[in-house]
């Protein structure tokens, strides 16, 4: 079992100060699912449906071990994030993070290891919040230039950025990433950075402590450089409409979606409401019936309502009944 704390306010004023660039975010379940995952949700008031917004309350149950959230790096009225995480989890993700930190110091750069279940995670903080695109450009080129595998492009197994996104579309959430010293509800232990004490305030004192990149350095690591081509996000294939029989086409989710497998009844893919909250790695939440890929469900537990408005085909509503 893990250590219950009691944070106060100010301590909660000192994550936020770090972490928090947006207040929408997302919240671990509290069991896991049959196939052991233990999702996280986009936090929504269970009447109206609207997003909740990150407060100081919220963040103190987090550090508290009370409830366990995940946050969004990319706040899309800026296209900035006030960090960068390098996640990874493979065989060797500790060696990889270990240089990546040691390269980073070279260029002056402090980077705060935290573990995680399987591996760990890798922080730099910005001085001011930083350009997305631009840090993900500074982070690839850096592991690539050491060697250091890049999941995506080909690889299966690698470090994961984020953010994760160059640039977000308004109202888009991108991918979150377990918000840091709080309790992960798969293994109900508390995660913490290697080189302070375990408490909250002991950590956050050391994070505070660390030295933030300010955008003028990124610049200039990152002049003349680009994302990798590998990694550069797909364009998305454009939408042709069905022929013009009927006023309103058809909905067809095949016609969005990329599925993964097919089992006897069933093609599977990316839930697309959950990859916009960061969850369904495996690509397979989706399910749609082959005999009739009009039905379709998400074994996550998104509504139809949700999985429609993520695809930006929002269900329309009937003018008259
Ligand atoms: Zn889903």
New binding site residues.
Partial sequence: MYAKFCVNRETAVNFTRLFVNRRAYAIQAERALPNGSVPYYPARDWKTREPKLLDDGVVRMHLNGDITISLYAINPETQRSKWVAIDADFDGALEALFQLQWELKQDGVDAALEQSRRGGHLWIFGAEPLLASECRIYVYNLALRLGVPVKGGGLKEGIEVFPRQDRLEDRELGNAIRAPLGVHRKTNRRYWFYEAEPSPEAQLAYLDRLTKLTEAELRTFTEGMSLPEAYRPVAPVPYNPPALSSRFPEFRILDYVRTTRKDGRNWWAR?P??AQAG??RTGD??AIQVKDPRFYK?W???SKEE?RAALGQPIRKRAMV
């Fill in positions: 839930c409401s959950c969850r369904d939440n989706l998400c996550a537990g998104c999985i």
